[in-house]
């Protein structure tokens, strides 16, 4: 297939980017480097500098779009709404219209678990109340509603994949190593890693009293790698008129203590840390149930375990 990849040139996008350009499709990146690192495009892709908003010069004969390209951090959410509503609602608006414009009928879109904002139960099923806690859950969600709304009127085929929380890195056929490089980082293991390897002095936890066995958040890790693969076989499973979505997880929970514990494990090293308050819109757990992924599109996890998904990242960073 001919496809375009917005935001191929990000951590997640550029893995699925990669992935694509293996599995033989024509791929095209559209990134206007804000947060992304032109060389991570993969030497396989025609890579296009520009907005999202820009989109309609590119999309003429593709088949499909795979759109990344979007403002991710919580915290700058809360602080500037108006930047991620322009930004994922208004520039994803564009983009479908202009998809529309140019007959692309096909989209897989890059939702997140933070429209479910406070879960009542866990694991969360797609059919659980979202109720975003910040402006980045409730621009995500914004779009997800549009998407059903465009499959319904206008025939779109799309599929939102929502992430719960991504780490690892991808080591391509090539050999090419693609990872997360983000200027901002808020991450917890690449904040972790960046303490082991002496760039820091010690790692925040943010809150030690919430409502879980060690009284830290408690999160579902997913591989970068096993999460790309679910973008292929969203695009293929793509139906026109149907908005398909599907949360991506390992549907096991680990607190930020046993992360620490896992990445102190993993890099030999001592890593301090240091207890702050807690960080503002943080769910107490958040744990993903993928069982209708793995029922109706047959993914697998092959990297399920948060050791391994610390050792990649940990065994790419640059020394
Ligand atoms: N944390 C720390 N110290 C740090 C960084 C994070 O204690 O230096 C804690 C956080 O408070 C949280 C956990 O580690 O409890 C995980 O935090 P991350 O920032 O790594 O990930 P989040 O769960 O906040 O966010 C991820 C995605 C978001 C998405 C969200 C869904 O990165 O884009 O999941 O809720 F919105």
Same mark, same amino acid.
């Given at each position: 297939m001919k496809l375009l990849v917005t935001g191929g040139a990000g951590y997640i996008g550029s893995v699925v980017a990669a992935q694509l350009v293996e599995a033989g499709h024509q791929v095209t990146v559209l990134d206007d480097l804000s947060t992304g690192? *032109?060389? /991570?495009?993969? @030497?396989g892709a025609r890579f296009v500098e520009g907005s999202i908003t820009d989109a309609g010069g590119v999309? &003429? !004969?593709?088949?499909g779009v795979l759109h990344f390209a979007a403002k991710s951090l919580v915290g700058e959410s809360v602080e500037k709404p108006g930047l991620y509503w322009a930004n994922n609602l208004g520039g994803t608006l564009a983009l479908l219209d202009a998809m529309r414009t140019a007959e692309v009928g096909r989209i897989v879109f890059s939702s997140t /678990? *933070? $429209?479910?904002? =406070? %879960? =009542?139960? @866990? &694991?969360?099923? =797609?059919t659980d109340p979202t109720r975003p806690t910040n402006p980045y859950g409730a621009s995500k969600l914004a779009v997800d509603t549009a998407l059903t709304t465009f499959a319904g009127l206008y025939g779109l085929a799309a599929v939102s994949l929502r992430y719960f929380n991504v780490g690892g890195a991808h080591t391509a056929e090539d050999g090419r190593v693609y990872r997360e490089r983000h200027t901002v980082e808020t991450h917890l293991i690449p904040n972790v890693l960046a303490v082991a390897l002496g760039g820091r002095d010690a790692v925040s936890v943010? !809150? $030690?009293?919430? %409502?879980t066995p060690d009284g830290t958040c408690v999160r579902d890790y997913i591989h970068v790698a096993d999460l790309a693969r679910a973008h292929l076989l969203a695009m293929e499973a793509c139906s026109p008129g149907e908005h398909k979505i599907y949360n991506l997880g390992n549907g096991t929970g680990f607190s930020v203590q046993e992360v620490l514990s896992v990445c102190r494990e993993v890099t030999g090293h001592e890593i301090p840390a240091v207890v702050q308050e807690r960080r503002a819109g943080d769910p107490a757990v958040l744990v993903a149930s993928s069982e209708k992924i793995q029922r109706e599109l047959g993914w697998k996890p092959e990297h399920p375990s948060v050791r391994d998904i610390v050792a990649d990242a940990w065994d790419v960073l640059p020394r």
């Open positions: 690192h *032109a060389d /991570a495009v993969p @030497s999309l &003429p !004969g593709m088949d /678990a *933070a $429209t479910y904002g =406070e %879960p =009542e139960r @866990s &694991p969360v099923l =797609e943010f !809150g $030690t009293d919430y %409502p």
